[in-house]
């Protein structure tokens, strides 16, 4: 496919993804049960998927058939090349469930569950319903953290995805915000919960996507968990993290031989270079992904 035609299909899924947004807020629907074509990696078994209509998140992915499955493709390319080996997915800021589904559903054999952790109320429901097809993954109404107690988590009512312990952002145009009581558990103890649900002789897969908090979350896990993990892809962002904070992500990072920047394509990137963007501090974000 040349690049004209490449560019043509780009303009075409955006367009269908501006008009399916548009319709759905004139019509004032919140929420849709759809099922993924075969083609999605969200398929599977021909069950349905409840996704909200915010601005982003239900919209994108009815446009494109997944929600941003570059990601999740890489990590699933990399558990394929452990054939004999299973998986257990920590997935911390599951949101509704689309990247564990779209880890899980393509080749469940490849995993022998999931533990999921998600504090938004609404988020929580979707997430439920979306991975009732995975016995083995287990929803847990919880904000990881670094102690035990309850937290405000600040929610966009524009997007599903935006939800953070920390402020939003003020330079961001919203639909509006509202604030939520959320229970917070400690690193141990979410240790525990994986440890209680996963098998012997599985390795781990971690995702963490928490708007701002993952570098407070990595350092309060254990070091045992990093030790059983194969691949982590972590969002980084440090405009909120603490110097040892960011220290312990640098130690995490050097235990895996293969670092890649994730935005909008995968690259390798060193040491130096994450230490370089972390101790800047900006809004800025990529994804990590490490591996071994």
Known sequence: MGIADRLGQWKTIRRR?????????????????????IESPLHHEGS?????????????????GHWHDEHTRLIRDLVARQPTQRHFLIDIGANIGLVTRQLLAPEPARWSGACCFEPETKNL????????PFSAAHVQPFAVSDHTGQATLHVD??????????????NVQRAGT????VQLISGAQAWALIQAAREPGDRLVWKSDTQGHDLKIIAAMPD??????????????????????IDHLLQVAAAFPQR???KRAAR??????????????????FDLLLHR
């Not at 993804?17 to 074509?37: A, C, D, Y």
């Not at 909200?52 to 446009?63: K, N, V």
């Not at 509202?178 to 009581?181: G, I």
């Open 17 to 37: 993804r501006h008009t399916i947004g548009q319709f759905l807020s004139e019509n004032r629907i919140v929420e849709v049960e759809w099922r993924p074509p």
């Open 48 to 64: 349905t998927l409840r996704l909200p209509m915010d601005s982003i998140i239900g919209p994108r992915t009815l446009a494109y």
């Open 125 to 132: 429901a979707q997430l439920a319903w979306n991975l009732r």
């Open 157 to 170: 009512e524009g997007n599903a995805g935006d939800c953070s312990l920390q402020p939003l952002p003020q």
């Open 178 to 181: 509202r604030d939520e009581t």
């Open 224 to 245: 045992a968990l990093w030790d059983d993990t194969d691949i982590a892809m972590i969002e980084v962002r440090c405009n909120h993290a603490s110097p040892a904070e």
């Open 260 to 262: 890649l920047s994730v």
């Open 268 to 285: 390798p990137i060193g040491l130096a270079e994450l230490e370089a963007f972390c101790r800047k501090r900006s809004d800025s974000e």
